[in-house]
């Protein structure tokens, strides 16, 4: 049985917090809420379910090279294996956290705001030509 899964353009509730183990070894925890959203009647987003926080680590120069590459807010998409831990709170209960483990973190591409303001597609707009409506005169056919 296989408990792999995988959290697909999730945002990342902090920045990622790069550590280092007594021998040396790199470790980039990255925090997020997995929660599901939809437009209202308003065309409003809202939150349709409550929030499911958890926790991934990636080790090593991949763990270095992620907490160079990802800051609070960013998209990622996380692979891994989920594990819940129990763990002693400090009043004296007991709390679970969910954990990512073996984790593979990607950042999620998007365009600066201000690109993304702008930008009309091709096909709608007339200034801006289609590069394949028309043939070269050197194409051979």
């Given at each position: 049985?296989?408990?792999?899964?995988?959290?697909?353009?999730?945002?990342?509730?902090?920045?990622?917090e790069l550590r280092f183990t007594p021998s040396g070894k790199a470790v980039c925890e990255v925090k997020?809420?997995?929660?599901?959203?939809?437009?209202?009647?308003?065309?409003v987003w809202e939150d349709t379910s409550d929030?499911?926080?958890?926790?991934?680590?990636?080790?090593?120069?991949d763990g270095e090279a992620l907490a160079e590459a990802v800051d609070k807010g960013d998209k990622v998409t996380v692979t891994?294996?989920?594990v819940a831990r129990n763990y002693d709170r400090k009043?004296?209960?007991t709390g679970t956290s969910l954990e990512v483990r073996y984790a593979t973190v990607a950042?999620?591409?998007?365009?600066?705001?201000?690109?993304?303001s702008q930008q009309q597609p091709?096909?709608?707009?007339?200034?801006?030509?289609?590069?394949?409506?028309?043939?070269?005169?050197?194409?051979?056919?």
């Open positions: 049985m296989s408990n792999r899964i995988t959290f697909e353009n999730v945002r990342l509730a902090f920045p990622p997020f809420a997995d929660q599901q959203r939809r437009k209202n009647e308003n065309d929030a499911l926080w958890v926790t991934a680590a990636v080790w090593g120069a891994g294996t989920l009043d004296g209960g950042k999620v591409p998007s365009a600066p705001k201000a690109e993304r091709a096909w709608g707009n007339q200034q801006h030509a289609d590069p394949w409506a028309a043939k070269s005169e050197s194409a051979p056919f």
